[in-house]
């Protein structure tokens, strides 16, 4: 623990315990700290310990002091053990609420999260009888706090294509009673009304997303569920054709919201919900020309691939997924530090990351919704069709989409709606020819007569790694291209350019 964190929490303590009015009645001020901090030699490190040490010992010193002064009016107590934790968990909890009053959102999510695991964690150090009614009491608190603020920004149609499972693994969780669990396992167990293709377990997790899904997701959830009427026959098939169980062909559902363009926050992109790097290795091209991870058949038929050789390796469909989410690392190393292969015991440690503890029991909550929608409060009404009125053609490659377009009678922009995989105004150069989507009532023979486009005149571009310092003008003055340029072969909506950043530039007189 650094001194500046050591002050603030024995500082904090004193507070909370009335034994000082503020943070300035304390012996050790911040300038003290910084101070200390600012000392980086190697001599300066060995100070830094000692001081860490020596303020350990001197608040010991303190604390006993203050304990036997206030002896005659505080008779000794055996200490509480879940006191420490609730203290740290208490500070969390009111930084949160702070965080979520600015609009931080993700600060306010971060220090719930921390107020819970520290709950968690004291309640898991021995059989206190108030733990578990602290820790539920906390978790209500925290859910009716962030009900109210989700309610209204819960949409995936939010302007942005934000992946719906970063929201979905941002759920606040209801504390469902035994009643509600007992509820879903007869709704589930009653094989008359629907058949399950995968294992369906119905525990507090799965059921706590259900009342979620239920309640502040339910918008978010019932357009997914809108969406999906276009796709799902569809991913069945192709999960048939692999043989793997077709109720995994729901998953989109918490990924993505059934949105072909949606993008996560560790961009991962598309319906499937892929990384670059693993989109490759299923055979997806990614590329400046071509992002396969944006057609959605076939980057259903990657899931379904993967999938099925997560399930060959684990022999579990709940593992399977748990890695289709984490990755395999986390798990692995999870199932053998704890020697079992049982996803809701290894959900239960502090091994893999919480928003793979999520996902599990979130997608079965999902698919228990998707295959019984009205029982549990939603609508059948399918959206808008964009692709189920389509068939696909082979025109020779590459070719300028304006050019198919115009003789289709169609704008572009409704041809790369059909196409969103085609990230450029031309099908792929490194193909002599291409599968493309069109209406079903387009008369294909008019694009009989098309011509590639020379090699001389494909447009071409270099990749650039942005550094420190860089700025978009700057860069297309070294490329001697145009920051309009840059920004309309990246997409960018701004001028905002991050280090790490790579940037497509096209290049001069293309």
């Known amino acids: 623990m650094s001194i500046k964190k050591m002050n603030s929490f024995f500082s904090n303590a004193l507070i909370q315990l009335g034994w000082v009015e503020s943070k300035s009645s304390c012996f050790f001020s911040k ?36 304990s036997s002064a206030r002896q005659s009016s505080h008779p000794l107590t055996i200490p509480n053990p879940l006191a420490a934790p609730l203290l740290r968990a208490e500070a969390c909890f009111l930084q949160g609420k702070t965080c979520l009053e600015k609009g931080d959102m993700p600060g306010a999510r971060s220090n719930f999260d921390r107020a819970l695991d520290l709950l968690m964690d004291g309640a898991a150090g021995g059989p206190h009888a108030d733990a578990g009614m ?13 009900l109210n603020y989700l309610k209204d920004k819960n949409s995936p149609d939010n302007g942005q294509d934000e992946a719906f499972l970063d929201q979905v693994i941002a759920t606040p969780l209801f504390l469902p009673s035994e009643k509600d669990i007992l509820d879903v396992k007869q709704k589930v167990n009653e094989a008359a009304v629907v058949t399950y293709s995968i294992p369906v377990t119905v525990n507090s997790q799965v059921v706590s997303f259900l009342k979620a899904f239920q309640t502040i997701r339910h918008d978010g959830i019932q357009r997914a569920l809108d969406r999906s009427h276009e796709f799902i026959e569809r991913f069945k098939e192709i999960f048939r054709q692999h043989e793997i169980p077709e109720d995994l062909a729901y998953l989109p559902i918490i990924e993505s919201g059934f949105r072909v363009d949606a993008t996560s926050r560790a961009r991962a992109k598309g319906a499937w919900q ?4 693993t989109a490759r290795l299923f055979g997806l091209r990614v590329d400046w020309q071509v992002d396969e991870r944006l057609d959605p058949f076939k980057a259903a038929d990657a899931a379904a691939r993967y999938l099925k050789r997560l ?28 020697q079992t292969s049982d996803f809701f015991e290894i959900n239960r440690s502090r091994h893999i990351r919480r928003e793979t503890k999520n996902y599990v029991p979130a997608f079965l909550a999902s698919l228990i919704i998707a295959r019984s929608p009205r029982e549990y409060g939603f609508e059948t009404n ?18 300028y989409l304006n050019r198919i377009a115009a003789l289709l009678g169609m704008t572009e922009a409704e041809l790369k709606r059909l196409n969103p995989e085609l990230l450029r105004g031309i099908t792929p150069s490194h193909v002599r020819e291409y599968r493309l989507r069109i209406p079903m ?38 490329h001697r291209t145009t920051v309009g ?6 997409g960018l909506k701004s001028n905002l350019i991050r280090p790490g950043m790579r940037l497509i530039i096209p290049r001069r007189g293309e």
Do not use: H
């Open 311 to 338: 399930y060959q390796e684990y022999n579990d469909w709940y593992i399977a997924l748990a890695c289709y989410n984490g990755g395999p690392r986390r798990v692995n190393k999870a199932m053998r530090v704890l």
């Open 274 to 277: 892929f990384m670059a790097a």
């Open 134 to 146: 602290v820790l539920n009491d906390y978790i209500e608190k925290i859910a009716a706090i962030e």
């Open 441 to 478: 009532s387009a008369d294909e023979a008019l694009l009989v007569g098309l011509e590639r486009i020379p090699a001389n005149k494909i447009p071409k571009y270099d990749y650039y790694r942005v550094r420190p310092g860089d700025s978009l003008y700057a860069i297309s003055l070294r």
């Open 31 to 66: 300038s003290i700290c910084f101070k200390f901090r600012r000392l980086s030699s190697p001599l300066g490190r060995k100070l830094r310990s000692a001081a860490g040490l020596s303020l350990g010992l001197l608040w010991l010193s303190f604390f006993l002091a203050c």
């Open 382 to 399: 399918p959206a808008e069709f964009v692709f189920k009125n389509s068939k696909t053609v082979t025109v020779v490659s590459p070719v």
């Open 485 to 490: 340029a840059i920004k309309r072969a990246n």
